[in-house]
């Protein structure tokens, strides 16, 4: 009965451990950091990876701008700088089909300039 056991907990295990998605990388050191910095920025009462909130989520965003950069729409430089702006000034109409035009407010200067650079780069870095 003891083995029995041992080998349904072996069993439960390896599945979660090897779960149908692979490694979230949710899970990763860079991505907790991310998330760290997003909550103390009181970034996630509007804001999640997976869905929407009030904003979009953030996984979406992610595509998006990395998908604009893989076609040469534009350049990494360009959307880091035009995200960091959004982050810091606010406002509205990249989303309004998610959002239904719900405007961000501004984040700056209650999160630094140093702080909307790393969350910039975070969000972009989810779907790389
Ligand atoms: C009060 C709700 C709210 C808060 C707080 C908020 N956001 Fe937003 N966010 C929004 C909305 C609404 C949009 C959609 C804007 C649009 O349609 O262009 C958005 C859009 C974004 C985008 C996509 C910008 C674009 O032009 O594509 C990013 C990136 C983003 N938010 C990051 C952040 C970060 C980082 C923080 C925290 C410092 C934050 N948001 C805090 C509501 C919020």
């Known amino acids: 009965m003891k083995k029995f056991i041992l080998f349904i907990a ?19 050191p860079a991505v907790r950091a991310g998330l ?11 804001h999640k990876l997976e869905t929407k909130v009030i904003g979009p989520a953030w996984n979406d965003v992610s595509a998006r701008y990395n998908e604009e950069i893989r076609s040469g729409k534009a350049s990494e430089n360009d959307v880091e700088a035009q995200l960091e702006k959004k982050i810091a000034m606010g406002g509205k109409g990249n989303w309004i089909s998610v959002t239904g035009g719900m405007s961000m407010p501004p984040n700056y200067p209650k999160v ?4 909307i650079r790393k969350l910039a780069l975070f969000i972009l870095s989810l779907r790389k």
């Open 112 to 115: 630094s300039r140093e702080n």
């Open 10 to 28: 072996i069993l439960v295990s390896g599945c979660s451990a090897s779960g149908a998605a692979g490694p979230s990388k949710q899970d990763s």
């Open 36 to 46: 760290l910095l997003a909550e103390k920025s009181q970034c996630m009462s509007c």
